[in-house]
């Protein structure tokens, strides 16, 4: 997988190059490449902004140097043929980045390159006609706004990279985590069993691995069900099992009892 990244703050990924992340590249599993969008400006103050037409508040990112880094990113491309590289433009009004996009990604891609926008944004002409050589694809991390999308870039190249196989110290971990599978992650434990007057669950001092699988995929559903009910309600139907429904029945009785205790 190649990575392009075009930025006026290519310092700002520095923490890209650390951990399993710093390890996916050393061992080739995939290639960041970081370009400083002022290289490309054409006025000796290296300027990559401008007053927007129409008037309003900030700046707005000018197209010439982003249309000369993307023409170089585009240069830089390994696919063959027609193949398209990926553009993915930060954005609070792109669609929402989950898992399943990740896994999409890291499964489908070869290489995507970044634009993350500073100020009031990037002209929308830069979009329209790089929409002629890339597949252009807005993304949002949530729905909040940041200084700039340097820090999304970030969040997606490390959701995208830990699926890429090999790139994942225990591959192992990407089959029980939060949001593989439709629900959130069990909580976990660890010596001592003891903890400032806290015991490790004892079931998971029991050795009886069905019983821990038990107990797991109960805290799941209890996790999900209490901080993200909008995945209960997603969540296949033909994936509940027996005791899954019977637990879910006991979760929703008891949350329409403190419901109607509160108004009494």
């Given at each position: 997988m190649r990575f392009d990244v075009i930025t006026i703050f290519p310092e700002y990924l520095a923490p890209l190059e650390l951990s399993l992340l710093g390890k996916a590249q050393e061992t080739g599993k995939v290639e960041l490449n970081l370009t400083n969008l002022r290289d490309y400006a054409t006025d000796r103050h290296k300027t990559v902004d401008d007053t927007p037409y129409g008037g309003g508040a900030g700046m707005v990112m000018k197209p010439e140097p982003w249309g000369l880094a993307l023409d170089q990113a585009l240069a830089n491309s390994p696919l063959a043929g027609d193949s398209q590289p990926l553009l993915i433009v930060p954005s609070p009004a792109g669609q929402v980045l989950t898992q399943q996009l990740a896994y999409q990604l890291a499964e489908e891609e070869q290489h995507i390159v970044f634009a993350p926008a500073r100020y009031e944004g990037i002209d929308e002409?830069?979009?329209?006609?790089?929409?002629?050589?890339?597949?252009?694809?807005?993304?949002?991390?949530?729905?909040?706004?940041?200084?700039?999308?340097?820090?999304?870039?970030?969040?997606?190249?490390?959701?995208?990279?830990?699926?890429?196989?090999?790139?994942?110290?225990?591959?192992?971990?990407?089959?029980?985590?939060?949001?593989?599978?439709?629900?959130?992650?069990?909580?976990?434990?660890?010596?001592?069993?003891?903890?400032?007057?806290?015991?490790?669950?004892?079931?998971?001092?029991?050795?009886?691995?069905?019983?821990?699988?038990?107990?797991?995929?109960?805290?799941?559903?209890?996790?999900?069900?209490?901080?993200?009910?909008?995945?209960?309600?997603a969540y296949p139907q033909e994936g509940w099992d027996k005791k899954d429904r019977k637990l879910l029945q006991e979760l929703h009785a008891a949350k329409k009892a403190a419901e109607q205790a509160a108004i009494a």
């Amino acid at each position: 997988m190649r990575f392009d990244v075009i930025t006026i703050f290519p310092e700002y990924l520095a923490p890209l190059e650390l951990s399993l992340l710093g390890k996916a590249q050393e061992t080739g599993k995939v290639e960041l490449n970081l370009t400083n969008l002022r290289d490309y400006a054409t006025d000796r103050h290296k300027t990559v902004d401008d007053t927007p037409y129409g008037g309003g508040a900030g700046m707005v990112m000018k197209p010439e140097p982003w249309g000369l880094a993307l023409d170089q990113a585009l240069a830089n491309s390994p696919l063959a043929g027609d193949s398209q590289p990926l553009l993915i433009v930060p954005s609070p009004a792109g669609q929402v980045l989950t898992q399943q996009l990740a896994y999409q990604l890291a499964e489908e891609e070869q290489h995507i390159v970044f634009a993350p926008a500073r100020y009031e944004g990037i002209d929308e002409r830069v979009l329209n006609w790089a929409q002629q050589s890339f597949r252009v694809m807005p993304v949002s991390i949530g729905d909040y706004v940041l200084y700039g999308g340097e820090v999304a870039v970030m969040v997606m190249i490390e959701a995208i990279t830990r699926l890429i196989p090999g790139a994942m110290g225990n591959p192992e971990s990407l089959d029980e985590e939060s949001h593989t599978g439709g629900l959130l992650e069990y909580p976990v434990y660890t010596k001592p069993a003891t903890w400032r007057d806290q015991q490790v669950p004892s079931i998971l001092l029991s050795g009886n691995h069905g019983a821990i699988a038990r107990w797991r995929r109960d805290e799941q559903i209890i996790r999900t069900f209490e901080r993200r009910y909008d995945m209960i309600k997603a969540y296949p139907q033909e994936g509940w099992d027996k005791k899954d429904r019977k637990l879910l029945q006991e979760l929703h009785a008891a949350k329409k009892a403190a419901e109607q205790a509160a108004i009494a």
